[in-house]
């Protein structure tokens, strides 16, 4: 059966490059445009990673993060942070919500395919 992986970001372009690669690598995609239409997604089905934007509207990566981490569910679901934002300081904030790594755009396909691999357990 195939892993699931929510992808959330307010760019509908983005979101559509970084689905077409992670379905070519044989995940199944659940996409959500800012962090409090992924919220609303995270219903208890498994999500075996999370890929978040931290800069988006109605709700920030970060705060979507900190949010998603208090459900029992996704506790110790793995995050990727996808951003543009590569200081120190937003890194730390992303750890501490719960990031396990953090992916600056633009990016290759590869880089992020990597990334997951390395937190989506077979």
């Not at 892993?3 to 307010?10: L, P, S």
Request: contains cysteine.
């Amino acid at each position: 059966m195939a892993k699931t992986i929510m992808v959330v970001d307010d760019s509908a372009s983005l979101r559509k490059v970084v689905c077409i690669a992670l379905k070519g690598a044989g995940y199944d995609v659940l996409e959500a445009c800012d962090g409090r239409d992924a919220l609303n997604k995270l219903t208890g089905q498994k999500i075996h990673l999370i890929v978040s934007d931290v800069n988006m509207p109605n709700m920030d990566g970060i705060t979507f993060v900190t949010e998603a981490k208090k459900k029992a569910e996704y506790k110790f679901t793995p995050v990727i942070m996808l951003t543009t934002e590569a200081g120190e300081e937003m890194k730390k904030a992303g750890q501490a919500a719960g990031a396990k790594a953090w992916v600056v755009k633009p990016f290759q396909p590869a880089q992020m395919l990597a990334a997951v691999s390395k937190l989506v357990l077979p």
